[in-house]
């Protein structure tokens, strides 16, 4: 679920961005180009979410040891 909510926000705030700077660029607007992007950018949301946060489990174990 938590993927499904990361990519469907993903595709909105992109298409957002697209839009806007396609206006403030005054060049054409780009749904396809927009959707490839947007998903890109979750999928780099999903990775730095999934390695960044420290495992708990993890931390535990490691304390134990040196202990």
């Given at each position: 679920m938590y993927y499904i909510v990361t990519f469907v926000w993903a595709i909105l705030l992109?298409?957002?961005?697209?839009?806007l700077g396609g206006a403030l660029s005054k060049s054409p607007y780009d749904f396809k180009m927009t959707l490839i992007a947007s998903i890109i950018?979750?999928?780099?949301?999903?990775?730095?979410?999934?390695?960044?946060?420290?495992?708990?489990?993890?931390?535990?174990?490691?304390?134990?040891?040196?202990?």
């Open positions: 992109g298409q957002i961005v697209g839009f950018a979750a999928v780099f949301v999903i990775i730095i979410g999934k390695f960044a946060v420290p495992d708990e489990k993890k931390s535990v174990s490691n304390d134990q040891k040196h202990a």
